[in-house]
Structures are given as structure tokens and as C-alpha cells.
């Protein structure tokens, strides 16, 4: 089946500060989402990005299919951006697979 | 906006019992996912339902089963219910197979 390969597995951070997140994929995919999981465990969707660039705030993706990866930034994080944040993806049918995921800590 | 419902949002229950959740997909949803997440794990897919048929399966045991019903609410039952089982359960929807997926808040089952 299709490899998810998240990086880095964690990262602490001081307010204010920028990151880059990473996610690798085995084969081509039909579609890519991102999640951010909250410390109470809710995961809450930030982006569905199957190819291009998206912005929302604070947070844009992109992702390369032909090359097969996407990155998520965060722009001046704040202490709320701590979690987990997913990525996800879909290759042949609905077994969306996620990758080990990131462990953000920002702190203040 | 409406988003997926599910419960019960706990449950504690003894090895060997069985257990029933319930997910309420956003209005106008036709496909619902299950998803299974360990401590410290990322969720895996355990099945998956279109228009009211299963349309695929992962890695869900065989001592459960789910279906979708006439209004597009799904059931996940499980029986003979392991330690190994406790874990949070995510309920998710989408407006066609495929498309961007809506997590529920999920219900964390404890197994003693």
C-alpha cells in the first residue's frame, strides 16, 4: 500500500516563530488533506489540497504531486497551534491513509 | 454549519461485551468512514460506506461490523470486545467518495 512519511516527527517552537512541515508520499494520489488534532483529540480539517497552493490566515499548503510531497507552513505560531497535525491521503479508493503525524509544541 | 455527530462520545465496558456507535453525517453526505486511533497513533480506516452500501474495508477486526441506513446515519457494532480495543473511534462523512472528509469528535471506548 501507499507510504505516508511525515517530517519532523516533533518540533517545539517559540511564539512567534515560523515552521515547515513535511509530508512524502509512495505513489500518486487523488487527493491530500491536512489535519490539525487538538490536545482534546477533535482533528480539525485544514486544508484539501490535492495539488496548487492554498492560504488561510497563518497557514498555507502546498502540494507537488508530480514530485509527490505537500508542506504545510505556520507563520507566527501561537501557543493554540499546539497538537498533531496529519496529513492524508487517498490513492485507489476511500482507505484514506494518514502519515505518523507531527507533534507540535509551541510555547510562550 | 452542521457538522458529524457521534455518540456516545464515552463508553467504558467490560472484555467480552459488545458496543454500539452511532454516527449522524453532516445533511446532504452520502459517504461515512470509520476510523480507529490508538494512543499516540494516527488513525486507521476501518470501513467505509456509499449511498448505503459498504464500499470499502481496511483493517477492521472481524468481531465488528457497521452498516448505513436508509437516512445515512451509520452504526459501528462491536462484539467480544478486547483491551486492545480501546481506543478513539472517528466517525467521518464526505459529499461524495473520495472527496474532502469531516471528522466527528469521535467517541473514546475504554475496555477493562
Known amino acids: 500500500g501507499i507510504q505516508v512519511e511525515q517530517s519532523p516527527p516533533d518540533l517545539i517552537l517559540q511564539e512567534g516563530a515560523n515552521s515547515t512541515l513535511r509530508c512524502n508520499f509512495s505513489?500518486?494520489?487523488?487527493?491530500l488533506q491536512w489535519f490539525h488534532q487538538n490536545p482534546w483529540g477533535q482533528l480539525i480539517n485544514l486544508f484539501y489540497i490535492p495539488s496548487g497552493t492554498k492560504q488561510n490566515g497563518r497557514l498555507s499548503a502546498t502540494t507537488v504531486a508530480t514530485e509527490r510531497y505537500s508542506l504545510l507552513y505556520i507563520s507566527s505560531s501561537q501557543t493554540t497551534d499546539s497538537g498533531v497535525y496529519f496529513c492524508?491521503?487517498?490513492?485507489?479508493?476511500?482507505?484514506?491513509?494518514f502519515g505518523a503525524g507531527t507533534r507540535l509544541t509551541v510555547k510562550p | 454549519a452542521a457538522g458529524v455527530i457521534q455518540s456516545p462520545r464515552h463508553l467504558i465496558k467490560e472484555k467480552r461485551e459488545t458496543a454500539t456507535l452511532k454516527c449522524y453525517p453532516i445533511?446532504?453526505?452520502?459517504?461515512v468512514y470509520w476510523y480507529q486511533q490508538g494512543p499516540g497513533q494516527d488513525p486507521q480506516f476501518l470501513i467505509s460506506f456509499y449511498e448505503k452500501m459498504q464500499s470499502d474495508k481496511g483493517s477492521i477486526p472481524d468481531r465488528f461490523s457497521a452498516q448505513q441506513f436508509s437516512d445515512y446515519h451509520s452504526e459501528l457494532n462491536m462484539s467480544s470486545l478486547e483491551l486492545g480495543d480501546s481506543a478513539l473511534y472517528f466517525c467521518?462523512?464526505?459529499?461524495?467518495?473520495?472527496?474532502?472528509?469531516?471528522f466527528g469528535p469521535g467517541t473514546r471506548l475504554t475496555v477493562t
Open positions: 445533511p446532504r453526505h452520502d459517504t
Open positions: 492524508a491521503v487517498y490513492h485507489n479508493n476511500n482507505d484514506m491513509r
Open positions: 467521518a462523512s464526505s459529499p461524495g467518495e473520495q472527496l474532502e472528509q469531516y
Open positions: 505513489d500518486s494520489v487523488n487527493n
